[in-house]
């Protein structure tokens, strides 16, 4: 008798589609948006363990003068128990970092909506088998810790953006907060996020018939939005295992 895995019908699709994507592997494009210096590198390369992306340079007060913004993308293929990622980093250099940052929106836009024209004139053709996909996928949009709540360059991105892509928002070096100004950030953010309308990415409801854990895992992940995040590229020795963390006077997060 056939195996389960051998067994050629319907009830094997699954299998064998899982086998062929993994074979094939994925393709994944995330764009980072949020001003410079809010750890947008560090925490996509702790995310990835890979060195994606560097800090970038401090622009200089010319540089202030005018808006700098450029697109910039990073790629690395990564393998994670035998599953293959192209993972694709869509950086925004210079956003915010102007005096006047009103037009920053308007080549990102143009970038996300030239993959799309791309991807479309891509399927429309003949070659339809080897199209890579550039979409942007998901965008993380890095909020500053220090500010009272959104700032309006930040409304005004989200609003210019939401539209096109699935907005991730993040707090960023959320370590320069306590417990308590976290929370108060988050509620704020997300009163903020209702009052103008800005849609983000939610995070889809499991199937009733789903298993307790999953259930609660996924309750938590949506309390959490938006995210507040600490990241290091340095590790540390704590009780005996090596993990990633920021080293301060007091003590490691
Ligand atoms: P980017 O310009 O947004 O890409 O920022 P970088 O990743 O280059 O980080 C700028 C500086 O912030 C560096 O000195 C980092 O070590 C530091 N940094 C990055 N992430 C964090 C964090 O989560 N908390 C704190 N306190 N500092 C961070």
């Known amino acids: ?149 959104l700032k309006p360059l930040d409304v005004m991105t989200m609003k210019t953006l939401h539209n096109k892509v699935n907005i991730v928002p993040i707090i960023a070096k959320s370590d320069s907060l306590t417990k308590e100004e976290v929370q108060a950030l988050k509620k704020r953010i997300v009163t903020e996020l209702k009052t103008h309308g800005i849609q983000i990415y939610s995070i889809p409801d499991c199937d009733p018939d789903e298993d307790q854990d999953y259930k609660e895992q996924v309750r938590q992940l949506k309390a959490a939005i938006p995210f507040a995040v600490s990241s290091s590229l340095e590790t540390h020795e704590v009780k005996g295992r090596k993990v990633r963390g920021r080293a301060y006077g007091w003590g490691i997060v």
């Open 1 to 149: 008798m056939a195996s389960e895995t051998e067994y050629l019908g319907f009830g094997n699709l699954p299998n064998q589609v899982h086998r062929n994507y993994v074979k094939k592997g994925f393709e994944f494009t995330l764009m980072v948006v949020g001003e410079s210096g809010l750890g947008k590198s560090t925490l996509i390369n702790c995310i990835f363990n890979t060195g994606l992306k560097t800090g970038r340079q401090i622009p200089s007060v010319n540089e202030h003068l005018e808006s700098t913004l450029k697109i910039e993308t990073n790629t690395a293929d990564i393998e994670e128990r035998g599953v293959k990622l192209k993972l694709t980093v869509v950086d925004t250099p210079g956003f915010g970092d102007s005096l006047d940052s009103v037009d920053d929106c308007k080549p990102i836009i143009d970038y996300i909506d030239d993959q799309y024209e791309k991807y479309l004139n891509d399927e429309s053709g003949l070659n339809r088998r080897q199209i890579a996909d550039s979409r942007i996928h998901c965008c993380f949009y890095f909020i500053s810790p220090v500010n009272y709540g």
